[in-house]
């Protein structure tokens, strides 16, 4: 069989990169989700590579590298796009839909301007993208800055975690929560690790679901970077355990063995009071400048710098005043927080409301930057899009 191409944009996206795709672009039997399609993903990623590099194909062999994203014309009225992300696994046969990218939603809008999917550009400013986010069934705006009719990829704003300054993209996610913003009811609960222990912990389902317990609970105080922690299969296994029991509490699954089926989500995470360390690039991260230190897990590693979605979970939850994050950072009402992660920090605001009892939030917002990385065409074998 020949090879066939698609045409596709490789873009970064915040502290990710991912293969993107204008849905009518993709072969007729991939424009709709199903085997095929994600058979057809995974070969332009590369996977599964049982020696872990991604060397045929697209994807960067990390979970913030091995990434996919269709984009069309929004179905939803008052919105410019749909985006639609696959979190696609690296050693196994696997695409994970259920949850969204915070970091490449800085990106759609970019490209769907580009794409000529997005009317009334002003020839210098801001265009304010209206993007539907279509796993999670939520909107998300971009404020891409537009110079000369085009978007402006270049600038001075500087992503700790990405090298070089870019840019910057302001990205809203409104009602960022799916159902109860707490879904056991309670701000912590104890959550009881048959073999591992008995933790304090705060579920939540903002940005996307979330695991927060305490750095000092498993021994660390939130100062780690990726070696500490990816280094050490047995560590990597026993936060798998945890995660797998969080979701289950959370009532994401039903049993243990459904974690595997779902390694996007929930994310898990530790935190810490506030801590001067090192980054991952050598930087000093002062102790005045962060409310608190997190460090957060993506697909059975501990990631780089900090998951977008997981974000969007850490600001909430730092909002309200009583969870695990919120008392790591001092507790008390607060509606922006600037916590420390392996690659520097974040500032991220969130608006939070209490009504009747419940906590709600309304809307969380965070800076990031985006790229065109290449564009062109992705070649993959013609028995890519048989299913198997």
């Not at 109860?180 to 903002?206: H, K, M, S, W, Y």
């Not at 299969?233 to 699954?253: D, Q, S, V, Y």
């Not at 001092?330 to 605001?349: A, D, E, M």
Request: hydrophobic content about 45%.
């Amino acid at each position: 069989m020949t090879q066939i191409k698609i045409p596709a944009t490789y873009m970064r996206g915040g502290t990710s990169k991912g293969v993107f795709f204008a849905l009518k672009d993709l072969p007729t039997a991939a424009q709709q989700a199903g085997p095929i399609r994600d058979n057809l993903l995974l070969r332009v990623i590369g996977s599964p590579d049982p020696y872990g590099k991604h060397t045929d194909g697209m994807g960067g062999a990390t979970s913030s590298t091995s990434k996919t994203a269709i984009i069309s014309p929004s179905s939803q009225t008052g919105h410019d796009v749909d985006y639609l992300f696959g979190q696609v696994a690296i050693d196994k046969p696997f695409i994970d839909w259920s949850g969204n990218c915070g970091n490449l939603t800085a990106a759609v809008g970019a490209f769907a301007i580009s794409q000529g999917m997005v009317a009334d550009l002003p020839e210098n400013g801001i265009k304010t993208v209206r993007i539907w986010q279509a796993n999670i069934g939520k909107t998300i705006t971009a404020d891409v800055p537009i110079n000369n009719g085009e978007v402006q990829e270049t600038g001075d704003f500087e992503l700790d975690g990405v090298t070089f300054p870019a840019a910057e993209v302001a990205v809203a996610f409104a009602n960022p929560s799916d159902g109860e913003l707490f879904p056991t009811g309670n701000l912590i609960d104890q959550l009881e690790v048959p073999g591992i222990g008995r933790f304090e912990a705060t579920f939540i389902n903002a940005g996307i679901p979330t695991i927060f317990v305490n750095a000092e609970a498993l021994g660390y105080d939130g100062t780690e970077l990726q070696a500490v922690i990816n280094d050490h299969p047995n560590t990597l296994a026993k936060f798998e355990t945890i995660r797998a029991h969080g979701a289950i509490k959370m009532g994401l699954i039903s049993d243990l063995a459904a974690a595997q089926q779902r390694q996007h989500t929930p994310k898990i995470a530790f935190v810490a009071p506030p801590k001067a360390y090192r980054s991952s690039s050598d930087k000093a991260v002062n102790q005045a400048d962060i409310d608190l230190n997190v460090r957060a897990l993506s697909m059975g590693k501990l990631h780089h710098a900090m998951m977008g979605t997981a974000a969007v979970a850490i600001g909430v939850a730092a909002a309200v005043p009583g969870t695990v994050v919120n008392l790591a950072a001092g507790g008390g009402l607060r509606n922006t927080i600037t916590f420390g992660h392996p690659s520097g920090t974040l500032k991220v605001g969130a608006d939070v409301v209490q009504h009747n009892q419940q906590w709600q939030a309304k809307a969380v917002i965070m800076s990031r930057s985006a790229r065109v990385l290449m564009e062109g065409w992705v070649r993959v074998p013609q028995q890519a899009l048989i299913a198997k």
